[in-house]
Protein backbone atom coordinates (compact mmCIF):
# COMPACT_ATOMS: atom_id res chain seq x y z
CA UNK A 1 0.00 0.00 0.00
CA UNK A 2 1.17 3.35 -1.02
CA UNK A 3 -0.43 5.51 1.79
CA UNK A 4 0.17 9.04 0.81
CA UNK A 5 -0.72 12.37 2.28
CA UNK A 6 -3.60 13.09 0.09
CA UNK A 7 -5.35 9.34 0.56
CA UNK A 8 -4.66 9.65 4.34
CA UNK A 9 -6.08 13.36 5.02
CA UNK A 10 -9.48 12.90 2.50
CA UNK A 11 -9.88 9.76 4.36
CA UNK A 12 -10.08 11.88 7.60
CA UNK A 13 -12.13 14.41 6.39
CA UNK A 14 -14.85 12.08 5.15
CA UNK A 15 -14.65 9.97 8.51
CA UNK A 16 -15.15 13.59 10.01
CA UNK A 17 -18.02 14.49 7.89
CA UNK A 18 -20.02 11.66 8.15
CA UNK A 19 -19.63 11.79 12.42
CA UNK A 20 -21.19 14.92 12.12
CA UNK A 21 -24.23 13.86 9.90
CA UNK A 22 -24.76 11.12 11.99
CA UNK A 23 -25.88 13.67 15.37
CA UNK A 24 -27.98 15.14 13.14
CA UNK A 25 -29.79 12.38 11.15
CA UNK A 26 -30.88 11.31 15.33
CA UNK A 27 -31.93 15.01 16.20
CA UNK A 28 -34.25 15.25 13.41
CA UNK A 29 -35.60 11.49 13.97
CA UNK A 30 -36.66 13.44 17.23
CA UNK A 31 -38.55 16.68 15.78
CA UNK A 32 -39.64 14.51 13.00
CA UNK A 33 -40.86 11.22 14.60
CA UNK A 34 -44.77 11.79 13.92
CA UNK A 35 -43.43 11.73 10.14
CA UNK A 36 -43.09 7.83 10.61
CA UNK A 37 -46.72 7.23 11.17
CA UNK A 38 -46.80 8.17 7.68
CA UNK A 39 -46.35 6.14 4.92
CA UNK A 40 -43.09 5.81 3.62
CA UNK A 41 -43.15 5.82 0.17
CA UNK A 42 -44.84 8.78 -0.06
CA UNK A 43 -43.40 9.97 3.02
CA UNK A 44 -40.76 13.45 2.24
CA UNK A 45 -39.60 13.90 5.36
CA UNK A 46 -38.76 10.86 5.97
CA UNK A 47 -36.82 10.19 2.61
CA UNK A 48 -35.00 13.09 3.31
CA UNK A 49 -34.08 11.86 7.09
CA UNK A 50 -33.14 8.38 5.25
CA UNK A 51 -30.35 10.07 3.42
CA UNK A 52 -28.57 11.83 5.59
CA UNK A 53 -27.98 8.63 6.89
CA UNK A 54 -27.32 6.57 4.17
CA UNK A 55 -25.22 9.19 1.79
CA UNK A 56 -24.32 12.00 4.97
CA UNK A 57 -22.92 9.09 7.49
CA UNK A 58 -22.89 5.53 5.67
CA UNK A 59 -21.61 6.50 1.83
CA UNK A 60 -19.32 9.19 3.52
CA UNK A 61 -17.23 6.86 5.48
CA UNK A 62 -17.20 4.04 3.10
CA UNK A 63 -16.09 6.43 0.78
CA UNK A 64 -13.25 7.51 3.07
CA UNK A 65 -12.64 3.84 4.26
CA UNK A 66 -12.38 2.65 0.81
CA UNK A 67 -9.49 4.73 -0.15
CA UNK A 68 -7.06 3.10 2.15
CA UNK A 69 -8.66 -0.03 3.08
CA UNK A 70 -9.26 -1.19 -1.10
CA UNK A 71 -5.41 -1.18 -1.50
CA UNK A 72 -4.97 -3.09 1.60
CA UNK A 73 -7.60 -5.77 0.81
CA UNK A 74 -6.45 -5.98 -2.60
CA UNK A 75 -2.89 -4.54 -2.74
CA UNK A 76 -3.89 -1.99 -5.65
CA UNK A 77 -3.34 1.25 -6.08
CA UNK A 78 -6.08 3.72 -6.69
CA UNK A 79 -6.43 5.23 -10.34
CA UNK A 80 -6.83 8.51 -9.59
CA UNK A 81 -6.06 10.24 -6.12
CA UNK A 82 -6.22 13.82 -7.62
CA UNK A 83 -10.26 12.99 -7.58
CA UNK A 84 -10.04 12.70 -3.97
CA UNK A 85 -10.97 16.25 -3.00
CA UNK A 86 -13.49 17.68 -6.17
CA UNK A 87 -15.42 14.36 -5.34
CA UNK A 88 -15.53 15.28 -1.71
CA UNK A 89 -16.74 18.95 -1.69
CA UNK A 90 -19.14 18.16 -4.92
CA UNK A 91 -20.67 15.26 -2.84
CA UNK A 92 -21.04 17.25 0.25
CA UNK A 93 -22.64 20.62 -1.43
CA UNK A 94 -25.05 18.38 -3.31
CA UNK A 95 -25.72 15.79 -0.60
CA UNK A 96 -26.78 19.37 1.69
CA UNK A 97 -29.03 20.77 -1.64
CA UNK A 98 -30.62 17.64 -2.06
CA UNK A 99 -31.51 16.75 1.50
CA UNK A 100 -33.35 20.15 2.12
CA UNK A 101 -34.61 20.04 -1.27
CA UNK A 102 -36.77 16.90 -0.22
CA UNK A 103 -37.43 18.02 3.60
CA UNK A 104 -39.11 20.86 2.43
CA UNK A 105 -40.61 19.25 -1.11
CA UNK A 106 -38.64 21.95 -3.78
CA UNK A 107 -38.75 20.13 -6.68
CA UNK A 108 -35.79 21.81 -8.12
CA UNK A 109 -33.64 21.39 -5.24
CA UNK A 110 -34.42 17.73 -5.38
CA UNK A 111 -33.07 17.53 -9.18
CA UNK A 112 -29.96 19.78 -9.34
CA UNK A 113 -28.58 18.14 -6.23
CA UNK A 114 -29.77 14.71 -7.41
CA UNK A 115 -27.87 15.15 -10.65
CA UNK A 116 -25.01 16.67 -8.66
CA UNK A 117 -24.98 13.94 -6.18
CA UNK A 118 -25.18 11.01 -9.32
CA UNK A 119 -22.32 13.09 -11.12
CA UNK A 120 -19.67 13.08 -7.61
CA UNK A 121 -20.66 9.59 -6.61
CA UNK A 122 -20.44 7.67 -9.98
CA UNK A 123 -16.94 9.99 -10.75
CA UNK A 124 -16.05 8.04 -7.71
CA UNK A 125 -17.90 4.85 -8.22
CA UNK A 126 -15.51 4.76 -11.77
CA UNK A 127 -12.29 5.62 -9.67
CA UNK A 128 -12.97 2.77 -7.88
CA UNK A 129 -14.37 -0.04 -10.98
CA UNK A 130 -10.69 1.23 -12.39
CA UNK A 131 -8.54 0.50 -9.70
CA UNK A 132 -10.26 -3.12 -9.69
CA UNK A 133 -8.49 -3.36 -13.46
CA UNK A 134 -5.38 -4.03 -11.37
CA UNK A 135 -6.06 -6.62 -9.32
CA UNK A 136 -3.68 -9.55 -9.41
CA UNK A 137 -5.78 -12.48 -7.94
CA UNK A 138 -9.38 -12.41 -8.18
CA UNK A 139 -11.37 -14.23 -5.31
CA UNK A 140 -14.32 -13.76 -3.16
CA UNK A 141 -13.29 -10.87 -2.12
CA UNK A 142 -12.46 -9.09 -5.62
CA UNK A 143 -15.21 -10.12 -6.97
CA UNK A 144 -17.86 -9.14 -4.15
CA UNK A 145 -16.05 -5.82 -4.01
CA UNK A 146 -16.40 -5.79 -7.98
CA UNK A 147 -20.09 -6.50 -7.81
CA UNK A 148 -20.90 -3.98 -5.21
CA UNK A 149 -19.37 -1.08 -6.96
CA UNK A 150 -21.83 -2.37 -10.27
CA UNK A 151 -24.80 -1.89 -7.91
CA UNK A 152 -23.97 1.15 -6.55
CA UNK A 153 -24.18 2.72 -10.65
CA UNK A 154 -27.16 0.91 -10.51
CA UNK A 155 -28.82 2.23 -8.01
CA UNK A 156 -27.48 5.93 -8.55
CA UNK A 157 -28.95 5.65 -12.21
CA UNK A 158 -32.45 5.17 -10.30
CA UNK A 159 -31.52 7.51 -7.80
CA UNK A 160 -31.07 10.02 -10.57
CA UNK A 161 -34.58 9.22 -12.04
CA UNK A 162 -36.16 9.17 -8.88
CA UNK A 163 -34.73 12.66 -8.47
CA UNK A 164 -35.99 14.00 -11.94
CA UNK A 165 -39.36 12.67 -11.60
CA UNK A 166 -39.81 15.46 -9.21
CA UNK A 167 -39.16 17.32 -11.58
CA UNK A 168 -40.27 16.62 -14.98
CA UNK A 169 -43.34 14.91 -13.25
CA UNK A 170 -42.32 11.59 -14.66
CA UNK A 171 -45.21 9.21 -14.77
CA UNK A 172 -44.24 5.91 -13.29
CA UNK A 173 -44.74 3.26 -10.39
CA UNK A 174 -42.40 4.93 -7.93
CA UNK A 175 -43.36 2.07 -5.35
CA UNK A 176 -41.43 -0.48 -7.49
CA UNK A 177 -38.74 1.31 -8.67
CA UNK A 178 -37.97 3.06 -5.21
CA UNK A 179 -37.84 -0.10 -3.85
CA UNK A 180 -35.59 -1.24 -6.62
CA UNK A 181 -33.38 1.61 -5.43
CA UNK A 182 -33.63 0.73 -1.59
CA UNK A 183 -32.56 -2.84 -2.14
CA UNK A 184 -29.50 -1.92 -4.84
CA UNK A 185 -28.07 0.25 -2.47
CA UNK A 186 -28.49 -1.40 1.18
CA UNK A 187 -28.13 -5.18 0.03
CA UNK A 188 -26.40 -4.96 -3.36
CA UNK A 189 -23.88 -2.20 -2.58
CA UNK A 190 -23.47 -1.56 1.33
CA UNK A 191 -24.03 -5.37 2.40
CA UNK A 192 -22.02 -6.76 -0.34
CA UNK A 193 -18.96 -4.70 0.29
CA UNK A 194 -19.25 -5.22 3.53
CA UNK A 195 -19.56 -9.02 3.02
CA UNK A 196 -16.61 -8.54 -0.11
CA UNK A 197 -14.18 -6.67 2.75
CA UNK A 198 -14.86 -8.67 5.94
CA UNK A 199 -13.75 -11.91 4.02
CA UNK A 200 -10.32 -10.15 3.72
CA UNK A 201 -10.41 -7.89 6.64
CA UNK A 202 -11.42 -9.69 9.57
CA UNK A 203 -9.08 -12.74 9.32
CA UNK A 204 -6.72 -10.25 9.45
CA UNK A 205 -7.88 -8.07 12.45
CA UNK A 206 -8.07 -11.23 13.82
CA UNK A 207 -6.17 -14.05 13.02
CA UNK A 208 -8.30 -16.67 11.79
CA UNK A 209 -8.63 -19.02 8.80
CA UNK A 210 -10.57 -17.91 5.94
CA UNK A 211 -13.42 -20.21 5.94
CA UNK A 212 -13.84 -22.96 2.93
CA UNK A 213 -14.05 -20.65 -0.48
CA UNK A 214 -17.38 -23.02 -1.57
CA UNK A 215 -19.14 -21.08 1.35
CA UNK A 216 -18.19 -17.80 -0.42
CA UNK A 217 -18.88 -18.57 -3.48
CA UNK A 218 -22.20 -20.51 -2.99
CA UNK A 219 -23.24 -16.94 -1.48
CA UNK A 220 -22.12 -14.63 -3.82
CA UNK A 221 -24.42 -16.75 -6.13
CA UNK A 222 -27.65 -16.47 -3.63
CA UNK A 223 -27.61 -12.57 -3.02
CA UNK A 224 -26.64 -11.64 -6.89
CA UNK A 225 -29.81 -14.52 -7.76
CA UNK A 226 -31.85 -12.89 -5.07
CA UNK A 227 -30.91 -8.75 -6.64
CA UNK A 228 -31.42 -9.51 -10.37
CA UNK A 229 -34.45 -11.60 -9.38
CA UNK A 230 -35.66 -8.21 -7.41
CA UNK A 231 -34.65 -6.00 -10.11
CA UNK A 232 -35.95 -8.26 -13.05
CA UNK A 233 -39.69 -8.46 -11.45
CA UNK A 234 -40.07 -4.41 -11.89
CA UNK A 235 -40.13 -5.53 -15.38
CA UNK A 236 -43.83 -7.16 -14.89
CA UNK A 237 -46.57 -5.06 -13.51
CA UNK A 238 -47.18 -5.13 -9.87
CA UNK A 239 -49.59 -7.87 -8.99
CA UNK A 240 -48.61 -10.14 -11.96
CA UNK A 241 -47.64 -13.67 -11.92
CA UNK A 242 -44.13 -12.94 -13.03
CA UNK A 243 -44.21 -10.03 -10.69
CA UNK A 244 -45.18 -12.04 -7.71
CA UNK A 245 -42.90 -15.21 -8.50
CA UNK A 246 -39.43 -13.31 -9.01
CA UNK A 247 -40.01 -10.91 -6.08
CA UNK A 248 -40.79 -13.39 -4.13
CA UNK A 249 -37.70 -15.82 -5.07
CA UNK A 250 -35.65 -12.69 -4.83
CA UNK A 251 -36.85 -11.62 -1.79
CA UNK A 252 -36.35 -15.41 -0.46
CA UNK A 253 -32.70 -15.95 -1.96
CA UNK A 254 -31.38 -12.40 -0.42
CA UNK A 255 -32.96 -13.92 3.31
CA UNK A 256 -31.32 -17.05 2.81
CA UNK A 257 -27.96 -15.87 1.03
CA UNK A 258 -27.22 -12.81 4.07
CA UNK A 259 -28.40 -15.78 7.08
CA UNK A 260 -25.56 -17.67 4.91
CA UNK A 261 -23.09 -14.94 5.44
CA UNK A 262 -24.19 -14.83 8.85
CA UNK A 263 -23.49 -18.19 10.20
CA UNK A 264 -19.86 -17.71 7.83
CA UNK A 265 -19.20 -14.80 10.40
CA UNK A 266 -20.02 -16.53 13.16
CA UNK A 267 -17.95 -19.72 12.20
CA UNK A 268 -15.13 -17.28 11.71
CA UNK A 269 -15.31 -15.10 14.78
CA UNK A 270 -15.55 -18.39 16.64
CA UNK A 271 -12.94 -19.55 15.60
CA UNK A 272 -10.38 -16.67 16.07
CA UNK A 273 -6.98 -17.01 17.55
CA UNK A 274 -7.29 -14.28 20.20
CA UNK A 275 -10.70 -14.87 21.73
CA UNK A 276 -10.44 -11.96 24.32
CA UNK A 277 -13.44 -9.08 23.01
CA UNK A 278 -12.69 -6.03 22.07
CA UNK A 279 -15.18 -2.78 21.19
CA UNK A 280 -15.15 -3.53 17.44
CA UNK A 281 -15.82 -7.28 17.99
CA UNK A 282 -18.90 -6.37 20.38
CA UNK A 283 -20.44 -3.53 17.23
CA UNK A 284 -19.63 -6.51 14.78
CA UNK A 285 -21.41 -9.01 16.94
CA UNK A 286 -24.29 -6.55 17.86
CA UNK A 287 -24.35 -5.68 13.61
CA UNK A 288 -24.84 -9.05 12.99
CA UNK A 289 -26.95 -10.34 15.28
CA UNK A 290 -29.55 -7.04 14.14
CA UNK A 291 -28.72 -8.40 10.82
CA UNK A 292 -30.74 -11.27 11.40
CA UNK A 293 -33.19 -10.37 12.80
CA UNK A 294 -33.73 -7.98 9.89
CA UNK A 295 -33.50 -10.70 6.87
CA UNK A 296 -36.40 -12.60 9.27
CA UNK A 297 -38.65 -9.47 9.55
CA UNK A 298 -37.99 -9.23 6.00
CA UNK A 299 -39.17 -12.87 5.04
CA UNK A 300 -42.09 -12.35 7.34
CA UNK A 301 -43.62 -9.60 5.26
CA UNK A 302 -43.02 -11.11 2.11
CA UNK A 303 -44.72 -14.24 3.52
CA UNK A 304 -47.70 -12.44 5.46
CA UNK A 305 -50.34 -11.10 3.82
CA UNK A 306 -50.07 -7.05 3.86
CA UNK A 307 -53.46 -6.51 5.21
CA UNK A 308 -52.56 -8.97 8.07
CA UNK A 309 -49.68 -7.02 9.13
CA UNK A 310 -51.82 -4.67 10.59
CA UNK A 311 -52.43 -7.13 13.72
CA UNK A 312 -48.48 -7.00 14.18
CA UNK A 313 -48.53 -2.76 14.93
CA UNK A 314 -49.26 -1.75 10.60
CA UNK A 315 -47.65 -1.71 7.64
CA UNK A 316 -45.81 1.05 8.55
CA UNK A 317 -44.34 -0.18 11.92
CA UNK A 318 -43.29 -3.23 10.36
CA UNK A 319 -41.66 -1.91 7.60
CA UNK A 320 -40.09 1.31 9.58
CA UNK A 321 -38.66 -1.83 11.97
CA UNK A 322 -37.64 -3.69 8.85
CA UNK A 323 -35.68 -0.71 7.94
CA UNK A 324 -34.26 0.74 10.70
CA UNK A 325 -32.52 -2.69 11.98
CA UNK A 326 -31.03 -3.27 8.57
CA UNK A 327 -29.55 0.32 7.98
CA UNK A 328 -28.31 1.08 11.51
CA UNK A 329 -28.62 -1.88 13.64
CA UNK A 330 -26.69 -3.54 11.17
CA UNK A 331 -24.88 -1.51 8.65
CA UNK A 332 -24.43 1.63 11.36
CA UNK A 333 -23.28 -0.75 14.35
CA UNK A 334 -20.48 -3.04 12.14
CA UNK A 335 -19.45 0.82 10.37
CA UNK A 336 -19.25 1.93 14.06
CA UNK A 337 -17.48 -1.15 15.29
CA UNK A 338 -14.44 -0.60 12.15
CA UNK A 339 -14.20 2.99 13.02
CA UNK A 340 -12.53 2.37 16.07
CA UNK A 341 -9.60 -0.48 14.49
CA UNK A 342 -9.63 2.36 11.18
CA UNK A 343 -9.40 6.06 12.60
CA UNK A 344 -6.85 4.74 14.79
CA UNK A 345 -5.23 3.59 11.72
CA UNK A 346 -5.65 6.20 10.02
CA UNK A 347 -4.08 8.90 12.54
CA UNK A 348 -1.37 6.45 13.39
CA UNK A 349 -0.42 6.71 9.27
CA UNK A 350 -0.67 10.25 9.08
CA UNK A 351 1.84 10.80 12.29
CA UNK A 352 4.27 8.66 10.55
CA UNK A 353 4.06 10.57 6.98
CA UNK A 354 4.90 13.66 9.70
CA UNK A 355 7.51 12.03 11.19
CA UNK A 356 9.25 11.15 8.28
CA UNK A 357 9.09 15.20 7.67
CA UNK A 358 10.57 15.99 10.83
CA UNK A 359 6.81 16.83 12.52
CA UNK A 360 6.15 13.24 14.91
CA UNK A 361 2.94 14.45 17.14
CA UNK A 362 2.11 12.53 19.59
CA UNK A 363 -0.94 10.27 19.02
CA UNK A 364 -3.38 9.77 21.80
CA UNK A 365 -3.57 6.95 23.58
CA UNK A 366 -6.91 5.04 23.98
CA UNK A 367 -6.13 2.93 26.56
CA UNK A 368 -8.02 4.15 29.52
CA UNK A 369 -11.13 5.00 27.78
CA UNK A 370 -12.26 1.61 27.14
CA UNK A 371 -14.85 1.56 29.87
CA UNK A 372 -16.00 4.90 27.93
CA UNK A 373 -16.46 3.06 25.10
CA UNK A 374 -18.06 0.29 26.10
CA UNK A 375 -21.00 2.58 28.05
CA UNK A 376 -21.20 4.65 24.17
CA UNK A 377 -21.74 0.76 22.70
CA UNK A 378 -24.55 0.51 25.41
CA UNK A 379 -26.38 3.30 24.20
CA UNK A 380 -26.34 2.71 20.56
CA UNK A 381 -27.84 -0.77 21.68
CA UNK A 382 -30.68 0.17 24.03
CA UNK A 383 -31.46 2.83 21.68
CA UNK A 384 -31.90 0.53 18.88
CA UNK A 385 -33.97 -1.90 20.74
CA UNK A 386 -36.12 0.46 22.06
CA UNK A 387 -36.37 1.08 18.19
CA UNK A 388 -38.03 -2.33 17.46
CA UNK A 389 -40.84 -1.67 20.06
CA UNK A 390 -41.45 1.71 18.07
CA UNK A 391 -40.56 4.06 20.97
CA UNK A 392 -39.12 6.42 18.21
CA UNK A 393 -38.49 9.49 20.46
CA UNK A 394 -37.16 8.07 23.52
CA UNK A 395 -34.86 5.45 20.88
CA UNK A 396 -33.74 9.06 19.49
CA UNK A 397 -32.36 10.59 22.28
CA UNK A 398 -30.39 7.24 23.26
CA UNK A 399 -29.13 7.32 20.12
CA UNK A 400 -28.33 11.34 19.87
CA UNK A 401 -26.27 11.44 22.98
CA UNK A 402 -24.09 8.35 21.73
CA UNK A 403 -23.16 9.87 18.48
CA UNK A 404 -21.98 12.89 20.26
CA UNK A 405 -20.17 11.12 22.63
CA UNK A 406 -18.46 8.83 19.61
CA UNK A 407 -17.68 11.78 17.35
CA UNK A 408 -15.94 13.60 20.71
CA UNK A 409 -14.51 10.36 21.49
CA UNK A 410 -13.44 9.45 17.55
CA UNK A 411 -11.56 13.21 17.86
CA UNK A 412 -10.01 12.65 21.03
CA UNK A 413 -7.81 10.66 19.33
CA UNK A 414 -6.48 12.74 17.04
CA UNK A 415 -7.63 15.25 14.52
Known amino acids: MNA ?15 LIFLPVFFILMFFDSKSFNEYFFMNYKII ?9 FLLMIIMGASYMLLPVALGVKIAY ?15 LIFVVGMHYLINLMIASGGILLFVSVLTYNLNMLLSLKKVKKWDYSAAGIAFAYSYLFIGLSIGLYLALSFYFKIGLNIYDILQDHIYVMFIGFAAMLFIAVSYRLLPM ?9 LYWKTDLTVINAGIIAMLASSFFGNGSDAYIYLNGAGGWLLGLGILLYCYIFFGLM ?19 IFLVMTVLIGLFIIT ?17 VFGFLGL ?14 IYPFLISLKVFEKAK ?50 LFHIFSIGW
Open 328 to 341: FGFAGMVIIGFLHK
Open 48 to 56: ALTHVFTLG
Open 205 to 213: FYMTKTPDG
Open 304 to 320: IPQEKLNMFGGINGVYY
Open 357 to 406: KGAYGKLSSDLKTKYFEYAVFGLFLSGSILWIFYLIQIAAIFLFIASLLL
Open 81 to 95: EKLFFPVYYAYSISL
Open 270 to 288: LKRLKKKFDITTFYLFAGI
Open 4 to 18: TDSSIEISLKHIKTA
